[in-house]
């Protein structure tokens, strides 16, 4: 309704934007009941690292196959890259194997890995969840800057 209420003559028409009023209302409604369960679930929520350690050690590293999509893309082209891992994810998925292991098992997946020069401890390396946090630090600095200034702000 509102994306079909968007769309209105020049300045928009004297009475089709009330159309948007319920939905809208209805929405803002909904987003904050979803914003009150949220903080009661997150309230309750406990972390435990050695549980979320085990779960990603159990899927041999395939959540961050793309990150070796996007080492291989270079040297292989991005869709190659793509379809190679891919099939090393299917394969280690349907044997049980880490991804590593899958991608080193058969000859033309170990060919192109020795083609893009990404050796066994590279690869290795690359799908440990420490190394792919990016840019996570500076993210974490800012929340927690804007959270002070907005502390702040209210306080004064």
């Known amino acids: 309704t509102l994306a079909a209420a968007a769309e209105q003559e020049h300045q928009r028409a004297a009475g089709a934007w009330h159309a948007e009023w319920l939905p ?24 435990d690292p050695a549980r979320m350690r085990a779960n990603l050690d ?7 196959a793309e990150n070796i999509t996007t080492l291989l ?22 044997t049980g194997v880490s991804l590593t292991d899958a991608l080193f098992a058969d000859a033309e997946p170990a060919a192109r890995l020795a083609e893009a020069a990404l050796t066994r401890p590279e690869l290795e390396s ?9 840019a996570t630090a500076e993210f974490i600095r800012r929340a927690l800057s804007a ?8 306080s004064n």
């Open 58 to 64: 159990a899927t041999g590293g395939s959540p961050l």
């Open 126 to 134: 690359a799908l440990r969840p420490e190394s792919y946090l990016g």
């Open 147 to 154: 959270h002070a200034d907005c502390d702040q702000a209210l």
């Open 73 to 94: 893309a270079p040297a292989l082209g991005r869709i190659p890259a793509h379809d190679l891992v891919a099939n090393a994810s299917a394969r280690a998925a349907e």
């Open 24 to 47: 809208l209302s209805d929405l803002l409604t909904r987003t904050a009941s979803a914003a009150s369960w949220s903080a009661d679930l997150l309230s309750a929520l406990h972390i």
